[in-house]
């Protein structure tokens, strides 16, 4: 019997930045102290430097570049951006581990907790190992079981970080949930055979009029909620 109640657990997939913690407002705050400017000002220099990550990471996906780890990526853009005199040199080697340094969301780590007593619940992030390691044991993050890109080689939303979510999942269940508040993530997902949950959160991208995604849950106990629903209709 144990081993069917297992079997029978939901299982809930993870996207990270953005959705557990606050990637943008974080790293925002830590240009703040660094570097002594005000908000706006914090706020271009973080849009600049995730615009580059995210620019690296999709010509890694069309294979266009090799793989680097998200920590290489960011040391790369605030390299850029101090070549451009938007970030004075000697606060790059500061600033290059801010993304260890996220906050997650005010219901991320309580929320988890309570999923991972009736759920089975993974990570799967742009992130590295790097920093999900310092994202965990810095925020008291709790699963199951954290993948990376750097597990797959590639970046989402390419299909292999979704199919290697799938084939972490155990075995017998139905299709695991990626919950994420980036609906292009979803999109991925849904295309790979996950399910799907939406969970909205600043600075996501949110659902447009042709997406219908499973589950829509306005926080994590709410999530918790209806992934045990779907589970007892199933």
Same mark, same amino acid.
């Given at each position: 019997?144990a081993?069917?109640?297992?079997?029978?657990?939901?299982?809930?997939?993870?996207?990270?930045?953005?959705?557990l913690?606050?990637q943008?407002?974080?790293?925002? *705050?830590?240009v703040?102290?660094?570097i002594? #400017?005000? !908000?706006e000002t914090?706020? +271009?220099v973080?849009?600049?430097? /995730? $615009?580059?990550v995210?620019?690296?990471e999709?010509?890694?996906v069309e294979?266009?570049?090799?793989?680097?780890?998200?920590?290489?990526l960011?040391?790369?853009?605030?390299?850029?951006?101090?070549?451009?005199?938007?970030?004075?040199?000697?606060?790059?080697?500061?600033l290059a581990?801010?993304?260890? *340094?996220l906050?997650?969301?005010p219901?991320? #780590?309580? !929320?988890?907790?309570l999923? +991972?007593?009736?759920?089975t619940? /993974? $990570?799967?992030?742009?992130?590295?190992?790097?920093?999900?390691?310092?994202?965990?044991g810095?925020?008291?993050?709790?699963?199951?079981?954290?993948?990376?890109a750097?597990d797959?080689?590639?970046?989402k939303?390419?299909?292999?970080?979704?199919?290697?979510?799938v084939?972490?999942?155990?075995?017998?269940?139905?299709?695991?949930f990626m919950a994420?508040?980036?609906a292009?993530?979803?999109? +991925?997902?849904?295309?790979?055979?996950?399910?799907?949950?939406?969970?909205?959160?600043?600075?996501g991208d949110?659902?447009?009029?042709?997406?219908?995604?499973d589950?829509?849950?306005?926080?994590?106990?709410?999530?918790?909620?209806?992934?045990?629903d779907?589970?007892?209709?199933?």
């Amino acid at each position: 019997m144990a081993e069917e109640k297992a079997v029978s657990r939901p299982v809930v997939v993870f996207d990270v930045l953005g959705t557990l913690v606050d990637q943008g407002g974080s790293l925002e *705050r830590q240009v703040t102290d660094a570097i002594g #400017v005000d !908000g706006e000002t914090a706020a +271009a220099v973080v849009r600049d430097w /995730l $615009g580059h990550v995210a620019e690296q990471e999709h010509a890694i996906v069309e294979r266009r570049r090799a793989f680097a780890p998200s920590h290489e990526l960011d040391r790369e853009a605030l390299h850029r951006l101090a070549d451009e005199g938007l970030l004075p040199r000697d606060r790059v080697g500061e600033l290059a581990d801010a993304s260890l *340094r996220l906050q997650p969301w005010p219901d991320t #780590v309580a !929320g988890l907790d309570l999923l +991972a007593a009736d759920v089975t619940v /993974l $990570g799967l992030s742009n992130a590295s190992r790097r920093v999900l390691t310092g994202l965990s044991g810095a925020s008291g993050m709790r699963w199951h079981q954290v993948l990376s890109a750097e597990d797959a080689g590639t970046y989402k939303p390419d299909p292999a970080l979704y199919e290697l979510a799938v084939a972490s999942a155990p075995a017998g269940g139905a299709p695991p949930f990626m919950a994420a508040a980036h609906a292009w993530d979803l999109r +991925a997902a849904a295309a790979a055979g996950m399910r799907t949950a939406y969970v909205p959160r600043p600075d996501g991208d949110p659902p447009g009029p042709g997406d219908s995604f499973d589950l829509h849950a306005e926080n994590l106990e709410e999530l918790h909620t209806k992934l045990l629903d779907s589970a007892d209709s199933a």
